[in-house]
């Protein structure tokens, strides 16, 4: 291909004061640079946008550092090699990497690990930025390493729709665990039990108060809770801990509800210390020596149709901002993704 191709970018502009709005965000368009020896540059089919981006785009104090402002958000990206001058990549080659929120992406592939070649035969290239991706490995450590689910025992999990979630809830079931799912909506609810197979499924919409909430969730899991995992905090995190069993897991993976800056308080911590409950924070990426056998699990149950997953797909670069701010609210259903081809 000519080098004379235009690469559409999505800045971050400015830093969100409270909730993010599509201001922060800025779509530019630069010109495709050259190859230089040992590059790849790759056309992205598919942008993964994920919960973390809300915190790098804060300049405080996290586990990542931030993101910088005028330069391109960060973020997962399945495409393919449409130009090479790296021996280990060819044109056509269907590959994920961090190319972030752009079109094309320009990869000095001669560093370890920044692109990565994934077979479509038996797996769609953007499961690789879901239940094959960062998602699913999210949910295979967090259950797996930190909750351990025994056959019998009941695991809760919330924002139980979303790519991390469905996939906890059918991996919980692969270990003859009962999972009990929490998600905004009836239609999400229904999704979950039905499709993928968890056996209760709570609408926290219908449930606007502690005791509310904490009296489904004794309906839904009768013998307690063993294991939770968690992606939102607040109410939710309060009447699960009201239900816990003692030695019960608790896998903190996101906490959604205090993403804009919101103080998060818990109402009885103490039943931390009254069930001798584990409270284990993680960052997946922290645990790259586990990746390739949660991937070969994960990959084998996709290509099976064993682990189920639904894509909210927005189309073209220049509806990710809006995407993205709609996936903080929980407008998605399923993995968000935007379709750049």
């Known amino acids: 291909m000519t080098t004379s191709a235009t690469n559409r970018q999505i800045l971050l502009a400015s830093r969100p004061q409270g909730e993010p ?83 094309y992406q320009l990869v000095d592939a001669s560093q370890r690990g920044v692109l ?33 689910p025994k056959a019998g025992e009941t695991i809760v999990v919330s924002a139980a729709s979303g790519a991390v979630g469905g996939a906890v809830g059918q991996l919980a079931k692969t270990r003859g665990a009962r999972a009990v799912g929490i998600a905004g909506g009836a239609d999400k609810c229904r999704y979950l039990v039905e499709e993928l197979g968890f056996d209760a499924c709570i609408d926290y919409k219908e449930h606007k108060d502690l005791k509310s909430l904490s009296a489904a969730l ?76 949660a991937l070969k699990e994960l990959g084998t149950l996709v290509a099976t149709g064993k682990l189920k997953y639904r894509e909210s797909v927005a189309q073209g670069l220049a509806a990710a901002p809006e995407a993205f701010l709609g996936l903080l609210k929980g407008r998605n259903f399923g993995k968000q993704l935007v379709k750049l081809i």
């Open 21 to 103: 709005t599509g201001d922060n965000f800025k779509l530019v368009e630069t010109a495709v640079p050259a190859l230089a020896d040992g590059q790849v540059l790759v056309r992205n089919h598919f942008l993964s946008l994920d919960p973390y981006m809300r915190g790098r785009m804060n300049e405080g104090k996290s586990y990542a550092a931030p993101q910088p402002l005028n330069e391109v958000m960060i973020g997962g990206t399945a495409g393919e090699v449409v130009e090479s001058k790296n021996p280990h990549f060819k044109a056509g080659d269907k590959v994920v990497g961090m190319g972030g929120w752009q079109e």
């Open 218 to 293: 004794k309906a839904a899991c009768p013998n307690g809770i063993d294991g939770y995992f968690e992606n939102v905090g607040g109410m939710i995190l309060d009447a699960v801990l009201l239900r816990a069993n003692a030695f019960s897991r608790v896998a903190m993976c996101g906490m959604i509800s205090g993403y804009n800056g919101e103080p998060i308080p818990m109402t009885y911590p103490q039943m931390i210390l009254t069930n001798r409950m584990k409270v284990e924070g993680f960052i997946v990426s922290e645990h790259m020596e586990v990746w390739p056998e």
């Open 116 to 148: 990565q070649k994934v077979d479509t035969t038996h797996i769609p290239l953007s499961a690789y930025l879901g239940a094959v991706g960062m998602p699913g490995v999210t949910a295979w450590y967090g259950l797996i390493k930190i909750i351990n």
